[in-house]
């Protein structure tokens, strides 16, 4: 079966210090994947999405970027957070094309940025 | 883009009731899917249900894509039904598109 696999749980960061915010997808072969950031607990921001290794399209011109190195691996990143990053982050999956559309998410990634 | 609203924003109720969520959406659509986020941020997938209707044990579905509407049924609600459901929708099917757009969710709290 397939599984998503996100981490660090929780993070607390400064202001202006690095991120990098891993997820990894087992079970399953060229996923679509995507990242998105839930604010105030409410309402999910598409922030990017991913149909290949190094295909990457961004939803939100932000301070933030994505890779996907591997297949089933994508990660976010940022060179120096702002305040304004702070949220729950969350990697999600879908199968791809011509296949089951259904989309399932990693457990979060609550970021705090101080 | 497509607009989602889904009413009512909050919901409490007691132990044994039932509900109706509504999902409401701007345009037409070839994929919808309704999501249960917990108490600690877990979003699970509950249907996927672009037309038509689905059960899934005290949980049910129904999508009008002509009145642009759905609607999510929970019976004999459980505490652990508690938490922010979601309505996602999307223009594509087929996966590679650019990816669902939520609705800000009703927050349902039951009350034991």
């Known amino acids: 079966s397939q599984t998503i696999h996100q981490w660090p749980a929780t993070l607390v960061q400064p202001v202006g210090s690095p991120l990098s915010l891993e997820c990894t997808v087992e079970?399953?072969?060229?996923?679509?994947l995507y990242w998105y950031r839930q604010a105030a607990g409410r309402g999910l921001q598409l922030l990017f999405y991913?149909?290949?290794?190094?295909?990457i399209s961004s939803e939100v011109p932000q301070n933030l970027s994505a890779s996907r190195p591997q297949d089933r691996q994508f990660i976010l990143s940022s060179k120096k957070l702002l305040l304004s990053d702070s949220g729950f982050y969350l990697c999600?999956?879908?199968?791809?094309?011509?296949?089951?559309?259904?989309?399932?998410f990693g457990s979060g990634t609550q970021l705090s940025v101080l | 883009g497509i607009q989602v609203e889904q009413s009512p924003p909050d919901l409490i109720l007691q132990e044994g009731a039932n509900s109706t969520l509504r999902c409401n959406f701007s345009?037409?659509?070839?994929?919808l899917q309704w999501f249960h986020q917990n108490p600690w941020g877990q979003l699970i997938n509950l249907f996927y249900?672009?037309?038509g209707t689905k059960q899934n044990g005290r949980l049910s579905a129904t999508t009008v894509a002509t009145e642009r509407y759905s609607l999510l049924y929970i019976s004999s609600s459980q505490t652990t039904d508690s938490g922010v459901y979601f309505c996602?929708?999307?223009?594509?099917?087929?996966?590679?598109?650019?990816?669902?757009?939520f609705g800000k969710g009703t927050h349902l709290i039951i009350q034991p």
């Open positions: 996602a929708v999307d223009r594509y099917s087929g996966g590679g598109a650019d990816g669902l757009t």
């Open positions: 991913s149909i290949g290794i190094d295909q």
């Open positions: 345009d037409s659509v070839n994929n």
């Open positions: 999600a999956w879908t199968q791809g094309k011509g296949t089951t559309e259904k989309l399932f």
């Open positions: 079970g399953t072969s060229n996923p679509n």
């Open positions: 249900i672009p037309s």
